[in-house]
């Protein structure tokens, strides 16, 4: 999985592309989903650990539940 077949990766410039859909369940879903892809790149050296710093970076200032998912998920993989 390269870093631009990440759904939530846009083009080499834009990291954190993503839509809220107006449910807060399908939102952090979704986040989830965004963060096992980040996941398996790093663990499959797909991407370099610094995509991450990247994808922080364009977060909005208020996080919505999929940047709460997305963050969750990374949580959840490093305490596993």
Not at 24 to 52: I, N, W
């Amino acid at each position: 999985m390269k870093k631009d077949s990440m759904e939530f990766v846009d083009s080499p410039r834009c990291f954190w592309r993503v839509e809220l859909t107006g449910s807060y369940e399908d939102d952090y879903a979704a986040g989830q989903k965004y963060g096992r892809q980040l996941v398996h790149a790093l663990k499959t050296r797909a991407a370099s650990p610094f995509l991450l710093a990247e994808v922080v970076a364009q977060f909005p200032c208020e996080l919505t539940a999929i940047e709460n998912g997305f963050l969750s998920e990374l949580c959840v993989s490093i305490a596993a």
